[in-house]
């Protein structure tokens, strides 16, 4: 069970890893990251947020896997 839950958290945090920076290029190329005087929105704020955020627990999770694969050893 240990294997397969690390498994798991190790696929997750490689797919965050994976699909929230270039997310957050597109973010901050969209229009909306920027006003007229080319200041960040919160639309670039709250995305930046919730990305970090997602990045976080990526990295949470793949501690949390190698921890998880080296009880196994």
């Known amino acids: 069970?240990?294997?397969f839950l690390s498994l798991v958290l190790l696929i997750n945090a490689v797919f965050?890893?994976?699909?929230?920076?270039p997310f957050l290029?597109?973010?901050?190329?969209d229009?909306?990251?920027t006003d007229a005087a080319g200041a960040r929105?919160?639309?670039f704020t709250v995305h930046l947020v919730l990305i970090s955020t997602a990045l976080v627990?990526?990295?949470?999770?793949?501690?949390a896997a190698?921890?998880?694969f080296a009880s196994l050893a």
């Open 1 to 3: 069970m240990v294997l």
């Open 16 to 21: 965050s890893f994976t699909v929230w920076p």
């Open 25 to 29: 290029k597109r973010v901050a190329a």
């Open 31 to 33: 229009e909306r990251s």
């Open 41 to 43: 929105t919160r639309f």
């Open 57 to 63: 627990l990526a990295a949470v999770a793949f501690v």
């Open 66 to 68: 190698v921890i998880g």
